[in-house]
C-alpha cells in the first residue's frame, strides 16, 4: 500500500498504521500454528508446508489490502483525511498566533455564530463590489441616455429645418404657378435679350 508524495502527514501515518495492522493481522497465524492443525504433513515435507504457510499469509495480506484500497477509493478517504489535515493544521496556527477574530471558536459560541462572522465579512466585500460595479454602469448609463437624448433632439433640430424649407418651396412653387404666362414669356424674352446684348 503506497502512498503519494503529496499525501498529508496525517494520511501517511493513517496508511501506514493500516498497512502494519493488515500485516499483522495476515502474519498471526503463524507457522507452529499451521503445524498443529497439519501435523502430519508438516513432519514429513517441512519445507513445502513452510512454503504453504508463508503463501497463504502473502496471500491475505494482498487481499486484505485490495479491499482496503478499494474501500479507501470508493469513499475519497485520502482527500477527506488531507483535508481534516489542513483544517488542524490551520487551526494550530491560528492558535499559536493568537487569532482574536470575530469567528474564533470558543465555548460559549454555536458553530453557525462562528460560521457567520467568517463568512460576512466576504459577503460585505462582495456587496461593495457590486455597489461600485452598479455606481459605474449607472454613471455609463446617464452619459449614454444623455448623448441619445442630444441626438434625438439634433434629429427633431433638422426635421423642423427640413420642413421649413419644404414650406418656403411649396410657398415658392405656389406663388411661381400664379404668375401669368404672359409675364413669364416677356420676362423669358427680356432675359434672352440681356444676355445676348452682354455677350456683345
Not at 93 to 121: C, F, H, L, N
Not at 133 to 152: I, S, Y
Request: charge should be negative; proline fraction near 2%.
Amino acid at each position: 500500500m503506497a502512498t503519494t508524495v503529496s499525501a498529508s502527514k496525517r494520511w501517511t501515518h493513517f496508511h501506514s498504521a493500516l498497512q502494519l495492522a493488515i500485516q499483522r493481522a495476515a502474519h498471526k497465524w503463524t507457522y507452529e500454528d499451521f503445524a498443529e492443525c497439519f501435523s502430519l504433513w508438516c513432519e514429513e515435507e517441512p519445507d513445502s508446508s513452510s512454503s504453504v504457510c508463508s503463501t497463504i499469509a502473502n496471500h491475505l495480506e494482498s487481499s486484505i489490502t485490495k479491499g482496503c484500497e478499494d474501500i479507501l477509493a470508493k469513499m475519497d478517504v485520502k482527500p477527506n483525511v488531507d483535508k481534516l489535515h489542513a483544517v488542524i493544521t490551520e487551526a494550530k496556527e491560528r492558535k499559536k498566533a493568537v487569532y482574536t477574530g470575530k469567528d474564533v471558536w470558543r465555548e460559549d459560541v454555536q458553530p453557525s455564530a462562528a460560521a457567520r462572522a467568517r463568512i460576512m465579512p466576504i459577503l460585505e466585500s462582495e456587496r461593495d463590489r457590486l455597489k461600485a460595479q452598479l455606481e459605474e454602469l449607472d454613471q455609463r448609463n446617464r452619459v449614454l441616455q444623455a448623448e441619445m437624448q442630444a441626438n434625438v433632439q439634433a434629429k427633431a433640430d433638422a426635421d423642423d429645418q427640413s420642413n421649413r424649407l419644404l414650406d418656403e418651396l411649396d410657398k415658392a412653387l405656389s406663388q411661381w404657378g400664379d404668375v401669368p404666362i404672359e409675364d413669364i414669356q416677356a420676362w423669358t424674352l427680356q432675359t434672352a435679350e440681356s444676355i445676348s446684348s452682354y455677350g456683345r
